[in-house]
C-alpha cells in the first residue's frame, strides 16, 4: 500500500535518510490534515494520489520527515486510524516527541491496532546513535520515547530498526544486545537492514558506502543473537548472501519498481522469494557478489 508521508520536515539529520533536501523545502501546508483527507479520499476513489509503493499490497506506511512534528498529527493518526479501520498501518519515526509523556499517551489513545510504531537506533550508545542521527540528544529523547510508550497500556507494537552502512555495521552485534536489554519481556520486532542509496544516503556516500557482502557478514556472526528475538526481520539482504539459516529471515522489501534481479538470479532457486537487489545499488556496485543458489544443494 502507499507511503503517505505525514510531514516534510525533521528534527534528525540523518546521514542514510532516504529522503531528497528539496523534499524538506516543500511547503509544509500541503501536509496538514485537509491535504491529507483530500489526497486519501481521492486515492480510496481510485485515482493515484501517492508517489511511491501505491500499487504494492502490505501494511500502509505512514512516513516523513518527521511525522510526529506535523501540528496536525494525532489528529491524522484518527484520521487515518478511523478511515483505514482493520487495515494495519505503520508509522515511521524517530520517536523522539514520545518523551512527552502527554503526546506519547495521545498517540496511543489513536494508534489502535493493527498498528506498528517502527524507530530506528543506530547504535548501542548516545555517540554512535547521536553521530548518525545528526542531532545531539536524539538516543536519550529516542529512548525516553520508547519507554514512554511502554509504560502505556495501550501502546502499539513496536518495531526496532538498525539500518546498517559503513559507520555503524560493525557495532551490529552490541546494538542488538542493547536493544535486548531495552525491550526485555516485551514482545516486539527487531529489523536489520542495509542503507538505501537515495535522498541523503546518495549524498552522503563517501561516508556510507559499504557493500552488501560486508553487512550480510555482521548479519551471519550475529545469527544467535538474532534467533534469541521474538521475532526478526532482515530487509533488502539478497538471500544468497545469507548463510542457509538466516534466508527465512529476509524480507522481500521493496516494491517491484525499485528491485532488480541480474542475469545470475534467473537460474536461481530463490528468485520467486528473494528482493534481489535494489536498484541503485546494482548501478553503483554491479551484481558481482550475487551466489546463485543451485536449484539442488
Ligand atoms: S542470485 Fe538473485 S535471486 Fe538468487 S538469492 Fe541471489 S539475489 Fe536472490
Known amino acids: 500500500m502507499p507511503d503517505i508521508p505525514l510531514w516534510n520536515k525533521c528534527n534528525n539529520k540523518c546521514l542514510m535518510c532516504a529522503n531528497t533536501a528539496g523534499f524538506s523545502r516543500n511547503a509544509s501546508g500541503d501536509y496538514g490534515l485537509l491535504k491529507q483527507a483530500y489526497r486519501l479520499e481521492k486515492y480510496l476513489c481510485g485515482a493515484g494520489a501517492y508517489r511511491k509503493n501505491s500499487r504494492t499490497a502490505g501494511a500502509w506506511n505512514l512516513t516523513g520527515g518527521e511525522p510526529t512534528l506535523n501540528p496536525d498529527f494525532i489528529k491524522a493518526i484518527n484520521y487515518f486510524?478511523?478511515?483505514?479501520?482493520?487495515?494495519?498501518?505503520?508509522?515511521?519515526?524517530?520517536?523522539?516527541?514520545?518523551?512527552?509523556?502527554?503526546?506519547?499517551?495521545?498517540?496511543?489513545?489513536?494508534?489502535?491496532?493493527?498498528?506498528?510504531?517502527?524507530?530506528?537506533?543506530?547504535?548501542?550508545?548516545?555517540?554512535?546513535?547521536?553521530?548518525?542521527?545528526?542531532?545531539?540528544?536524539?538516543?536519550?529523547?529516542?529512548?525516553?520515547?520508547?519507554?514512554?510508550?511502554?509504560?502505556?497500556?495501550?501502546?502499539?507494537?513496536?518495531?526496532?530498526?538498525?539500518?546498517?552502512?559503513?559507520?555503524?555495521?560493525?557495532?551490529?552485534?552490541p546494538t542488538l544486545s542493547f536493544i535486548k536489554r531495552l525491550m526485555k519481556g516485551r514482545r516486539y520486532r527487531v529489523v536489520v537492514m542495509h542503507y538505501e542509496i537515495e535522498g541523503s544516503g546518495a549524498g552522503n556516500g563517501k561516508k556510507l558506502e559499504v557493500s552488501l557482502s560486508a553487512t550480510a557478514r555482521q548479519v551471519d556472526a550475529c545469527a544467535r543473537s538474532l534467533a534469541g528475538f521474538g521475532e526478526a526481520r532482515l530487509y533488502h539482504f539478497p538471500r544468497c548472501l545469507l548463510k542457509p539459516g538466516l534466508r527465512r529471515l529476509a524480507m522481500v522489501s521493496l516494491p517491484p519498481e525499485d528491485r532488480a534481479y541480474p542475469p545470475a538470479c534467473a537460474g536461481c532457486r530463490d528468485r520467486e522469494v528473494c528482493v534481489g537487489l535494489m536498484k541503485p545499488y546494482l548501478l553503483r556496485y554491479g551484481a558481482g557478489e550475487l551466489r546463485p543458489l543451485p536449484l539442488k544443494d
Not at 107 to 132: K, M, N, T, Y
Open 81 to 173: 486510524r478511523r478511515r483505514l479501520e482493520g487495515e494495519e498501518l505503520t508509522l515511521l519515526s524517530n520517536g523522539r516527541r514520545f518523551s512527552d509523556p502527554a503526546f506519547a499517551a495521545a498517540f496511543a489513545e489513536a494508534a489502535r491496532p493493527p498498528f506498528i510504531l517502527a524507530v530506528s537506533i543506530h547504535g548501542p550508545a548516545a555517540a554512535a546513535h547521536d553521530g548518525v542521527a545528526g542531532a545531539k540528544g536524539a538516543f536519550k529523547e529516542t529512548l525516553l520515547g520508547i519507554r514512554n510508550l511502554l509504560a502505556l497500556p495501550a501502546a502499539p507494537f513496536l518495531e526496532l530498526r538498525v539500518i546498517l552502512h559503513r559507520l555503524n555495521y560493525r557495532r551490529l552485534a
